[in-house]
């Protein structure tokens, strides 16, 4: 992805640095899950006191490794997470409430081995149970304030 990336944007890309520690993120993680709740993924939201808690966007790239036999359909919805959201959060739970996306138009990814899907990570989005494995390689791509490009997991 980095690489694709660096070869058609003019901005640099790399992988996230903490500059208060001195040190590299990693950015490339190997996920078997078979289902996710309700939720965003956000770094100003996440990490807001790290360096990723300074990007303007956020993107996250699955590639199936292995897909579940039946389910395991990734639904993401037109509906983007905002700071008042936070009080439909599930009590000790990363999960919020399904309310906030009742009335929202959704996608279904229906998981199959070698696809690489993208989309916004700030909108909601879950992984429906699914039978058999599923298996990703995943990173988020940052758009820190200057237009610089950044991966991390």
């Known amino acids: 992805m980095a690489t694709i990336l ?4 003019s901005n640099q890309v790399q992988v996230a640095y903490e500059k208060e520690v001195g040190e590299y993120y990693f950015a490339g993680l190997i996920r078997h899950i078979n289902v996710a709740l309700l939720h965003i993924d956000f770094a100003q939201l996440d990490a807001p006191d790290w360096g990723i808690g300074n990007i303007t966007s956020q993107l996250v790239w699955n590639l199936y490794v292995k897909a ?10 037109n509906r983007q997470w905002q700071p008042e959201d936070e009080k439909y959060k599930t009590s000790g739970s990363y999960g919020y409430d399904y309310s906030l996306i009742a009335t929202s138009e959704v996608k279904h990814n229906i ?24 298996i990703t390689i995943s990173s988020f791509i940052g758009k820190m304030p200057g237009g610089d490009l950044v991966f991390w997991s």
């Open 6 to 9: 660096r070869q058609n944007v």
């Open 68 to 77: 579940p036999t039946q389910g395991g359909i990734c639904k993401v919805y």
């Open 111 to 134: 998981p199959l081995a070698g696809d690489l899907v993208i989309f916004n990570s700030r909108n909601f989005h879950e992984v429906l149970p699914g039978i058999g494995e599923r």
